[in-house]
């Protein structure tokens, strides 16, 4: 009996969570309806997160033996720059998952790049 009360439960909440992520999503705006100040809000931002991973992780490579230390370093000293592109994102009235998938990608982005100008900063090259 308890066992299936639990699992009666866990299938309501389930059921509230993507009902919750469905009116969400039918609640933001297409981003056809972007307008140009928008986009150049949005990667303004992005790249504000670009720069910061760039000079964290280059004033940290000198200090750690691991350059993957310091991307991982520049990572967490930067995250409140990452979420002030996901909500800038979703205050412009965006789905919040769009907003989260962008600055995902963002994020991947960021770590593809820096790695190879750790390598080179490492190397005096």
Do not use: W
């Amino acid at each position: 009996m308890t066992t299936r009360l639990i699992s009666v439960i866990f299938v309501f909440n389930i059921a509230i969570v993507c009902n919750a992520l469905a009116t969400e999503d039918l609640e933001a705006r297409s981003l056809a309806d972007m307008s140009v100040d928008e986009r150049r809000a949005i990667m303004q931002l992005a790249t504000r997160y670009d720069s910061c991973i760039y000079a964290q992780a280059m004033a940290k490579v000198g200090e750690v033996a691991d350059i993957r230390h310091a991307a991982d370093f520049a990572m967490s000293k930067c995250q409140p720059q990452l979420l002030e592109l996901e909500s800038g994102i979703s205050a412009m009235g965006f789905g919040l998952n769009y907003a989260r998938a962008f600055a995902k990608r963002t994020r991947n982005r960021a770590a593809r790049k820096i790695l190879p100008e750790l390598v080179v900063r490492r190397t005096g090259g």
